[in-house]
T-cell receptor
Framework: KAGVTQTPRYLIKTRGQQVTLSCSPISGHRSVSWYQQTPGQGLQFLFE???????NKGNFPGRFSGRQFSNSRSEMNVSTLELGDSALYLC????????????FGSGTRLTVV | DQQVKQNSPSLSVQEGRISILNCDYT??????FLWYKKYPAEGPTFLIS???IKDKNEDGRFTVFLNKSAKHLSLHIVPSQPGDSAVYFCAATWDSNYQLIWGAGTKLIIKP
């Protein structure tokens, strides 16, 4: 079966721009969570969606937002990009409405210049 | 194809006993392995790591064992405590490449 698909794989943006990243979960998975991975900070939780509702949100500024569609696909948006937003953004999907059984995507490598 | 596999989705252990979480990998290029712990609504936090030049690393109640020939590592928690109940992720990387490859996670439940 197809894994978690994240598009695009690589992205270069300039400061002040906005960006939208996409995540298609494994078929049947209803939970999608987003993480920011950087060398210094490790993996930081952004938010989690389940059945189109944001269930949990990490400690990130309001410039980071997301949504989930009825087919469980999810998007995250970052507005007014800053240099510090350069990171690997990972999406993980899970079939259950509780913790566990995560499958991670390959990530989107965002570079802000 | 998953390069890092955690085949047990969940594990239940009595408080005070040993918890053993397992992780297998397929890519022989991996030279650094990490374990993370994740509570609900939080991102995974780093727990312990091991380089491929070692076969054991210990930090308090946590010990990670690496068997390179079997491409297998395990995390031992002794003694297990209620606060250890969480999801544990195994991750691997190579050549100082910070892109970690993550396992699916194992949910550890410590019973009182």
């Amino acid at each position: 079966k197809a894994g978690v698909t994240q598009t695009p794989r690589y992205l270069i943006k300039t400061r002040g721009q906005q960006v939208t990243l996409s995540c298609s979960p494994i078929s049947g998975h209803r939970s999608v969570s987003w993480y920011q991975q950087t060398p210094g900070q490790g993996l930081q939780f952004l938010f989690e969606y389940f059945s189109e509702t944001q269930r949990n949100k990490g400690n990130f500024p309001g410039r980071f937002s997301g949504r989930q569609f009825s087919n469980s696909r999810s998007e995250m948006n970052v507005s007014t990009l800053e240099l510090g937003d350069s990171a690997l953004y990972l999406c993980a999907s899970s079939p259950m409405d509780t913790e566990g059984g995560y499958t991670f995507g390959s990530g989107t490598r965002l570079t802000v210049v | 194809d998953q390069q890092v596999k955690q085949n047990s989705p969940s594990l239940s252990v009595q408080e005070g006993r040993i918890s053993i979480l397992n992780c297998d990998y397929t890519n022989s290029m991996f030279d650094y392995f990490l374990w993370y712990k994740k509570y609900p609504a939080e991102g995974p936090t780093f727990l312990i790591s091991i380089s491929s030049i070692k076969d054991k690393n210990e930090d308090g109640r946590f010990t990670v064992f690496l068997n390179k020939s079997a491409k297998h590592l395990s995390l031992h928690i002794v003694p297990s405590q209620p606060g250890d109940s969480a999801v544990y992720f195994c991750a691997a990387t190579w050549d100082s490449n910070y892109q970690l490859i993550w396992g699916a996670g194992t949910k550890l439940i410590i019973k009182p």
